[in-house]
């Protein structure tokens, strides 16, 4: 499976961006998909997942109610809609896949990185003020 996201770009603090993460080959497969962020100089953290069939998701504490994962099965596409943006949410971001059921209920949250296999390039959002 090979990932593409796209959708960053230069936005102003309270502002809004939807990130896209578009799968590619080997899309037969079941595959849980989740977004993390690295700023500069920090360690890359998780934002958030979606399982397989979209029924499952997961965020980070400290942005629920701002951002929103959903998937399109029929154009094999991951959403991340990211509103009220704010300073520190600039970072690059990965979109980032793994086949098959979770294996743990750890994974099932998709938290982990380590737990996925495959990673987009990143896509960079800067949110100004």
């Known amino acids: 499976v090979q990932l593409q996201a796209s959708g960053g770009g230069l936005v102003r603090a309270g502002g809004s961006l939807t990130l896209s993460c578009v799968a590619s080959?080997?899309?037969?497969?079941?595959?849980?998909v989740g977004w993390f962020r690295q700023a500069p100089g920090m360690e890359r953290e998780f934002v958030a997942s979606?399982?397989?069939?979209?029924?499952?998701?997961n965020y980070a504490d400290s942005l629920k109610g701002r951002f929103t994962i959903t998937r399109d099965h029929a154009k094999n596409t991951v959403h991340l809609e990211m509103n009220s943006l704010e300073l520190g949410d600039t970072a690059v971001y990965y979109c980032?896949?793994?086949?098959?059921?979770?294996?743990?209920?750890?994974?099932?949250?998709?938290?982990?990185?380590?737990?996925?296999?495959?990673w987009g390039q990143g896509t960079l959002v800067t949110v100004s003020s």
């Open positions: 979606i399982s397989w069939s979209g029924g499952s998701r």
């Open positions: 080959g080997g899309t037969s497969r079941r595959y849980a």
């Open positions: 980032a896949a793994y086949d098959g059921p979770p294996s743990t209920t750890a994974q099932a949250m998709g938290v982990q990185a380590g737990d996925y296999t495959y």
